[in-house]
């Protein structure tokens, strides 16, 4: 399976076992060109495409590759109308079988209004695309802050040995942020030495564990008492300090 940075989830988890051999599923940031030259170093087969969302940056390219591999294209029913030709519209609660696994799709609004993920039980895969990112979150293009932290709470309570697949690699970024906001997270500080560290070594931070995401992502931890008491908001419901966040970060 390919990860939406073109990773190969077969050599990164002891848990996306051996289906993944014989069976590709590209999953959304169809970088066109890209996609065929991996596909054609790895002697892979693509059988699934899945398009989270409609923005060009994760549909763009798709036509160039379904010129070369017959996939399956699966997205949102309700993004239908915007989205290039599916052949499968799904909507929350709808099943995916890709070989021996079966992944739940998750209706996750906020970045915008008809994002999906999907999740892999067996497998530990979180596909997360724009919504739950490494230490952070998509911005609300279209969706509310309710709407996105609606969606961030119901995947941060999935198993915590979860593998999160994000669309995109922002993480050094995110924890200049995230130290801002929760500066004496000892976790965090250590994420983000972690981080400056893998990205001067030129290695990935995508995937994370949703583990690691629950400990030191300021976007998934509105209830933390030092988040509170610095955005001085000891009362406000969880919503409320998601949205102060989000709000925090699209001006940092």
């Given at each position: 399976m390919l990860c939406e940075h073109g990773l190969n989830l077969k050599g990164?988890?002891?848990?996306?076992?051996?289906?993944?051999?014989?069976l590709r599923v590209r999953v959304t940031h169809i970088w066109g060109n890209r996609s065929l030259a991996i596909l054609k170093e790895k002697a892979w087969s693509l059988t699934h495409i899945l398009l989270t969302h409609h923005h060009d940056d994760h549909v763009a390219g798709l036509a160039d590759v379904l010129a070369v591999h017959r996939a399956q294209v699966i997205g949102a029913a309700a993004d239908q109308h915007r989205l290039p030709s599916l052949n499968r519209a799904v909507v929350a609660g709808d099943t995916l079988v890709i070989g021996s696994q079966r992944g739940r799709v998750?209706?996750?609004?906020?970045?915008?209004?008809?994002?999906?993920?999907?999740?892999?039980?067996?497998?530990?895969?979180l596909f997360s695309a724009d919504s739950l990112m490494a230490l952070g979150c998509?911005?609300?293009?279209?969706?509310?802050?309710?709407?996105?932290?609606?969606?961030?709470?119901?995947?941060?309570?999935?198993?915590?040995?979860?593998?999160?697949?994000?669309?995109?690699?922002?993480?050094?970024a995110n924890a200049k942020f995230a130290i801002t906001i929760e500066p004496q997270n000892t976790d965090l500080i250590k994420r983000q030495a972690d981080t400056i560290a893998a990205n001067q070594?030129?290695?990935?931070?995508?995937?994370?564990?949703?583990?690691?995401?629950?400990?030191?992502?300021?976007?998934?931890?509105?209830?933390?008492?030092?988040?509170?008491?610095?955005?001085?908001?000891?009362?406000?419901?969880?919503?409320?300090v998601f949205a102060e966040i989000r709000r925090l970060k699209d001006k940092f």
């Amino acid at each position: 399976m390919l990860c939406e940075h073109g990773l190969n989830l077969k050599g990164d988890s002891a848990n996306a076992v051996p289906y993944y051999q014989k069976l590709r599923v590209r999953v959304t940031h169809i970088w066109g060109n890209r996609s065929l030259a991996i596909l054609k170093e790895k002697a892979w087969s693509l059988t699934h495409i899945l398009l989270t969302h409609h923005h060009d940056d994760h549909v763009a390219g798709l036509a160039d590759v379904l010129a070369v591999h017959r996939a399956q294209v699966i997205g949102a029913a309700a993004d239908q109308h915007r989205l290039p030709s599916l052949n499968r519209a799904v909507v929350a609660g709808d099943t995916l079988v890709i070989g021996s696994q079966r992944g739940r799709v998750m209706d996750v609004p906020g970045h915008t209004v008809g994002h999906i993920a999907v999740y892999f039980e067996a497998a530990k895969l979180l596909f997360s695309a724009d919504s739950l990112m490494a230490l952070g979150c998509g911005r609300l293009f279209e969706g509310t802050a309710e709407q996105m932290w609606q969606s961030l709470d119901a995947m941060r309570n999935l198993p915590a040995d979860t593998l999160v697949c994000s669309g995109h690699e922002y993480t050094l970024a995110n924890a200049k942020f995230a130290i801002t906001i929760e500066p004496q997270n000892t976790d965090l500080i250590k994420r983000q030495a972690d981080t400056i560290a893998a990205n001067q070594q030129g290695k990935p931070t995508v995937p994370s564990r949703l583990s690691l995401e629950r400990a030191t992502n300021p976007f998934l931890r509105p209830e933390s008492p030092e988040i509170r008491e610095r955005l001085q908001m000891p009362g406000a419901s969880n919503a409320k300090v998601f949205a102060e966040i989000r709000r925090l970060k699209d001006k940092f």
